[in-house]
């Protein structure tokens, strides 16, 4: 049994795979994409496709949080209703009181798409901009996202935003160690929750980002990313009797390029190397790597090469963003969580979509999802900028 740095207590998860646990899971092991061609009401056309949330438009804010509308406050809000995870925390607040329990949450697009849309009513002359001022404060900033949640589940605690790019949900683990290590909080619920929006669609269209088709990670014909959303959160306590827990955190920040990885991945090794040494665990140890996979040319080769130089090129990896689209400042907490439960039911998840590995790629690439002993695990996130964030988890009981 190895002693875990944070037990994960309880966790849920949503994306473009399904709503909670028991529908993405569901999904991982059929080897279903969950991406769509680009299908959104609400922008103009985009050849390319998505990793939608189909439910999102339907859902609506619970009482008292009408004026935090946004697309991902409800996006948070049907997370936090899955997978008895509310329920969870509650519990974990009777422990431990409201004030010692941490939040920690990473984003990148918050609710701007809110702001977009009002900001195109008003250049359009369809309404005044009156509202745009309440649109900054409580949809659009960067906390909006983490003060609904923290207001929705009742906790007093610290509460840290977190956005790094996409790096941003996996760095939030690394925060909750620090600050409960530092004696802050005595556990901390952390996540991530990133949401569609024109700034990031077209954003990556105008860097020619995009994939025409469903996203490749790895494949010899990848030719860019696919867009998505989604949200996850888990409940972290020391010693809480979890199944899978958190052994160890490795952050760099090599700041190769704005946009663009450092070639050998660098930065990217360096955060792995960290994760391995705080966990205690050599290279040798590690059964299975998430990769941060994204199906750009540049990116799955910079990767590939830290991994070597990490592992060399006999551990099993894959990457899951060929089911969920990238979800952007939610795809650390989204692979993180796809990693613990890879280790709690002691099966890898395929890498679909790709079907032929690039042969100048070296890693040991699981194309379609198997069930395989596991015991140690890695879960990569890097950002633009080079902000990179490694974590280790672990089968603890």
Request: proline content about 4%.
């Amino acid at each position: 049994m190895i002693p875990p740095s944070l037990s994960v207590v309880a966790s849920t998860l949503t994306n473009a795979c399904g709503v909670g646990w028991d529908a993405v899971r569901a999904t991982l092991r059929e080897g279903r994409s969950g991406l769509r061609r680009f299908d959104l009401a609400w922008a103009p056309p985009l050849d390319t496709w998505i990793g939608r949330v189909g439910t999102i438009e339907a859902v609506r804010m619970p009482a008292g949080f009408a004026a935090v509308d946004s697309r991902n406050n409800r996006l948070a809000h049907l997370c936090l209703e899955q997978d008895g995870f509310r329920a969870a925390v509650a519990a974990a607040v009777a422990r431990h009181g409201s004030d010692r329990i941490g939040l920690f949450v990473g984003t990148t697009t918050s609710g701007m798409l809110s702001t977009e849309l009002a900001f195109r009513a008003w250049t359009t002359g369809a309404q005044e901009p009156a509202q745009c001022p309440r649109l900054a404060r409580d949809v659009h900033n960067m906390h909006a996202t983490t003060a609904f949640v923290r207001h929705r589940l009742g906790l007093a605690g610290p509460a840290q935003t977190i956005s790094t790019a996409c790096s941003s949900s996996a760095k939030v683990f690394a925060a909750a160690k620090r600050f409960i290590a530092a004696g802050f909080c005595d556990a901390a619920v952390v996540g991530g929750v990133d949401s569609l929006a024109l700034s990031t669609l077209f954003g990556f269209k105008s860097l020619d980002l995009l994939s025409a088709a469903p996203c490749r990670p790895f494949a010899v014909d990848r030719d860019g990313i696919s867009i998505g959303e989604g949200a996850g959160f888990a409940l972290l306590e020391p010693d809480g009797g979890g199944q899978v827990g958190l052994l160890g955190c490795g952050e760099s920040s090599d700041a190769w390029h704005m946009s663009s990885p450092h070639p050998e991945g660098a930065g990217a090794a360096a955060a792995m190397r960290h994760a391995l040494a705080a966990a205690g665990v050599d290279a040798a140890a590690i059964d299975y790597v998430n990769l941060h996979g994204t199906a750009s040319r540049a990116n799955d080769v910079a990767e590939d090469r830290a991994i070597r130089s990490v592992f060399g090129t006999t551990t099993a990896a894959s990457s899951t963003k060929g089911f969920t689209g990238h979800t952007l400042g939610a795809a650390g907490i989204t692979e993180a969580l796809v990693t613990i439960a890879a280790l709690a039911d002691q099966w890898i998840p395929g890498t679909v979509n790709c079907a032929s590995v690039d042969p100048a790629l070296g890693s040991t690439v699981v194309r379609e999802s198997r069930a395989q002993p596991l015991r140690i695990a890695m879960s990569n996130s890097f950002g633009f900028g080079g902000s990179n964030c490694a974590l280790v988890f672990g089968v603890t009981r």
